[in-house]
């Protein structure tokens, strides 16, 4: 009875650490834009360090835009904090985040035909 109790909880512990290890929300970061690019509706992990920011204050909108690949509008993609999301956090995010690599988690999606992640919590992106 005990070499049974104790194979049904080594069983028990391998099946977990292999849902776990396939976890679908466990993504790897990728450092190649291409990749990034190619990968429109898919969530992904971007590790970069961005080729120019542009911070956008007005009354009745704000929001930054981190351009890769290319200062704007040459750039390969984009990805966007909407005001709504960065809160009073907003006037410091340039500075915070200005040449430093970052890790972004996000949904691609396309812009007017470009490559573009909207950031849905500050979480979703961070210095690495």
């Known amino acids: 009875m005990m070499k049974l109790r104790t194979l049904l909880v080594s069983f028990s512990l391998i099946v977990t650490s292999i849902l776990v290890a396939q976890e679908p929300g466990a993504l790897s970061c990728t450092d190649d834009i291409k990749s990034v690019v190619a990968q429109v509706g898919k969530d992904v992990v971007f590790c970069g360090t961005p080729s120019g920011i542009k911070t956008v204050t007005k009354p009745d909108a704000n929001h930054i835009y981190f351009n890769f690949g290319g200062v704007y509008p040459d750039n390969t993609f984009t990805v966007v904090i909407w005001g709504s999301v960065s809160g009073a956090e907003h006037e410091l995010l340039e500075e915070r985040f200005k040449g430093k690599e970052l890790l ?25």
Do not use: A, R, S
């Open 104 to 128: 972004i988690k996000g949904t691609v999606k396309l812009y007017k035909d470009k490559p573009q992640i909207e950031v849905q919590h500050m979480e979703n992106i961070q210095v690495k």
